[in-house]
C-alpha cells in the first residue's frame, strides 16, 4: 500500500502556505510541484499536479506540492507574478530542509510552469543547482527578463497541440527561440487538461525522470 501525502503548514513570504508532503524512503531527489493558475480556480489538487506527484514519486523522489497565497488553506491574496514564485520558493526552502543535500526537480503546469522556469532562474542565481526542469503547457507569455529560466538544468517542454488555454504556437515560437537544448514533446489531439490523457502524461514524464 502506498503511503499517503502528509498534510502542512509552511511558513511563507505573506502568511502560511497549504502544502501536501511525501516523503520516499532512500528519495534520489526532492520534486517541488507548482499548481496552474489560481484565479481561474487552479489548486494543488489539480488532476494533472496531481499525476505530475504522483509520477515524481514512483521514479523515488520525495514530493512536495503547495497552495499558493490566497488559495485554498494558504494565507495571502493572488499576485499572479513574483509573489507566486516567491512561495515557491519558501515551499522549495522548507522541503530542501526536509531532505537536506538531495538534488532538485522541479514541475510546473500552466502557470505554474511560469512559477517553476522562474524558480528555476532564481536558484541557478544564488548557485543552487536544478537537476531537472518540466514545463507542462506552460504560460510562456509570462516569461520575461525579470522571470528567466535556469540555463544548465534539463529541461522538458510537454504542450498539448489542441490547448485551448494556452496557445500552442506561442510555446513553439518561445521553444524555437530558447538558446539552451531542450526536448519540446508535442501531445496530438490533447487539450490543455489532458482529459483522459493522464496515463500518457505521465509515461511523458517516467522515461525521462
Known sequence: MLARENPVMIDGPVGLLQGLHLPVAEARGIALI????????????????????????????????????????????????????????????????EHPGL????????????VAGSLSGRLQQAGVAVEQLYLVAPAVMRLDDEHVLANNCQLTVIQPEQD??????????????LSQPHELLKVA?????????????KELVAERL
Not at 489531439?189 to 502524461?201: D, K, Q, T
Open 34 to 97: 507548482c499548481h496552474p493558475n489560481p484565479s481561474q480556480g487552479g489548486t494543488m489538487l489539480n488532476k494533472v499536479v496531481s499525476t505530475l506527484q504522483r509520477t515524481a514519486r514512483d521514479s523515488g523522489l520525495s514530493t512536495l506540492r503547495f497552495n499558493y497565497r490566497g488559495t485554498g488553506q494558504s494565507e495571502g491574496e493572488h499576485d499572479m507574478a513574483s509573489g507566486e514564485v516567491d512561495d515557491a520558493q519558501a515551499a522549495l526552502a522548507w522541503l530542501q530542509a
Open 189 to 201: 489531439e490533447c487539450g490543455h487538461f489532458f482529459h483522459g490523457r493522464l496515463v500518457e502524461l
Open 164 to 177: 485551448e488555454i494556452i496557445d500552442p504556437e506561442l510555446v513553439y515560437q518561445w521553444s524555437g527561440a
Open 103 to 114: 538534488p532538485v526537480y522541479l514541475f510546473g503546469f500552466s502557470f505554474g510552469g511560469f
